[in-house]
Each structure stands twice: as C-alpha cells, then as structure tokens.
C-alpha cells in the first residue's frame, strides 16, 4: 500500500479471501499481520508493520467457532495500542445475531453482549451486511454502516430474465425483505408460515398466497442446516411452481445443509461470500461483496454518502 494512504486493510485468518479481494478492488495491499498460536489454543495478534495515525479496517467475519470473534477483539485491541487514528470492523458477517431478544426466561442477549465487547475493545465505526434485525444496530454506540446484500443479489435476479416470477419468504419473519424486493421486481410476493418443534427443527409449514406455473425465488438472510428453505422449496414444487431457486445474503451451511440443498428441488442456491464455503454442492453459487465493502471504504475514507449506493 502506498505510503501516501491514510489507512490500512488488515484480515483475520478465516476471512484472508474476502480481504484480498477487497484490497484488490481498492488497489491496495494488505496490511502485515501475525497471529501466534501456542500449544494451548491460545494466540496472540501483532501487526507487522506501523499503523500509527492511520484509519485500520479491520476485515472478519464473526461466524462459528468464536475463534473468530476472539482474533478480531485482540486485532482490535492491538490496533489501539498501536496508536491507530481510528478502527473500523467490518464485519461482512456478524455472528451471534440471531440471539438479539428474550425469547423466554433467563436467556442471555448474546448481539447486544457481542456489540458491548467490540465498544469497549475499541472500535470506532462498524460495517456490516444484512444483519438479522436492522434494530440491531441500535446495540451499538458508535455508527454503524449496514449494507445490504440486495445490491448484487437484485442485478443478478435480473439478469436470470425469469417470466412470472414470484419473490418469497421462508417465513414470515422474512416478509419485509421479501417485500422489498417484489416491489423493486414490480412481482407478486408468497410468504410461507412455519412452526418450529426447536431450533433448526421446522415442525410444519403452509403457502400463503399463489405460486403455480410460476418462477419461485426465495429470499432470506441466511441459511444454516437449510432445513427451511428446503423444505420451503419443495413444497412450492408440490403447488405448481415452474421452478425455485434460493437467494440468502449468508450462507452458514452447517451440518447437513449442502447434502440437503443437492437433493431438493433447488434448481440453485445463491449467497455471498460473507463466509467461507468449501463444500462440494453442484447447485451453490456464491456471488462476491468484494467491490461493495471496497466502495464503503473509498466513502468512509472521502466522507461520501454510503445510503447512495443501495438499490432499495
């Protein structure tokens, strides 16, 4: 990077791809950072090179295992120590956000404890995607730029060139985002209605609304074991959908998920590369945010307006 650049791009280890593709778009290079570990699991966060007076990105995604978030809250805390002019996590995936409420007793806040600990770490500024409540963002007490994965997922929709095509919602709680995109699509909206036996277990699930003869798209934040949205899937199949595809702005694909997404009647799986994908699934296809955290960066940098660059 030149030396002439006000700020630097750092990595943790699990989202070095993502990084490189950044610093690739912004055409810089990436920073000079060594994690240490010892023998016991622990590890340490050095930066190799000096960032003193310099705005540091800091580029990880916090998904499982909490390695992650522990690597970016010593990367973070390095930063300041290093007399960083400011510190910016971007965080294309912010892990733990599904827990952001007492859905019954005596249960912890895991987003809001997530958010208090990048605070006091110290972090200036965070950029994210598609977190699983916009409300979230208020658990923060610094700005927070969230970016919405619409703005490369809803170009690609178009390019598909799909007649009677119809946006839907796994369930209901998906309904606003399913919504926005019908509306920008000038295309009719199904939403599915869900009841869960536990976590990750769909007990049974109904279509609201019509789908026959129609291209079904199903549209959701993210996807972990993929039971829902397949299930979701065939059953769109079973009322008469021509075809289906999925779209999530992240795929966690644990467990059985890949297995799950081959043998349903997904024509295609589409997500972000907000997170790792390694698996082998012949209908996965990841499409990159690289150029859009690339351009949120340039904006911060230049005090430019990041709203401008949404689709909706």
């Known amino acids: 990077m030149s030396e002439k650049r006000p700020f630097k791009v750092f990595s943790g280890t699990n989202s070095k791809y993502l990084a490189e593709k950044i610093c690739a ?8 950072l060594q994690i240490t570990h010892f023998a016991d699991g622990e590890f340490a966060v050095s930066y190799e090179e000096s960032i003193r007076g310099r705005d540091v990105f800091l580029i990880q995604s916090t998904f499982p295992n909490s390695d992650n978030l522990m690597e970016l809250l010593l990367m973070i805390d390095a930063a300041k120590r290093a007399s960083a002019k400011s510190i910016i996590a ?7 956000a599904r827990q952001d409420r007492k859905d019954k007793p005596r249960v912890s806040i895991a987003a809001k404890l997530v958010a ?9 500024r965070l950029i994210t995607m598609d977190l699983h409540a916009d409300q979230e963002q208020g658990f923060f007490n610094v700005p927070v730029d969230h970016l919405y994965a619409s703005s490369v997922m809803l170009p690609y929709i178009q390019s598909l060139n799909l007649e009677n095509l119809v946006i839907a919602t796994p369930d209901v709680g998906g309904s606003k985002r399913a919504s926005t995109y019908a509306k920008y699509l000038n295309c009719p909206m199904v939403l599915c209605d869900k009841k869960r036996e536990k976590a990750n277990v769909v007990a049974s699930m109904q279509i609201i609304g019509n789908v026959k003869d129609a291209n079904v798209i199903l549209v959701d934040d993210m996807v972990d074991t993929a039971g829902t949205i397949t299930k979701a899937a065939d059953l769109m199949k079973e009322n008469g959908a021509k075809s289906v595809r999925a779209i999530a702005s992240h795929g966690v694909m644990s467990g ?51 709203s401008s660059q949404y689709l909706v």
């Open 116 to 124: 208090d600990m990048l605070s006091v770490a110290g972090i200036d």
């Open 256 to 306: 059985p998920a890949s297995e799950r997404v081959q043998d349903s009647s997904l024509i295609e799986m589409v997500f972000t590369d907000s997170i790792p994908y390694s698996k082998r699934c012949d209908k996965v296809k990841q499409l990159s945010i690289a150029d859009l955290i690339a351009e949120t960066i340039r904006r911060v940098e230049t005090n430019e307006s990041i």
């Open 90 to 96: 971007v965080i294309p995936y912010f892990g733990w």
């Open 25 to 32: 778009s912004l055409g810089c290079e990436l920073g000079k």
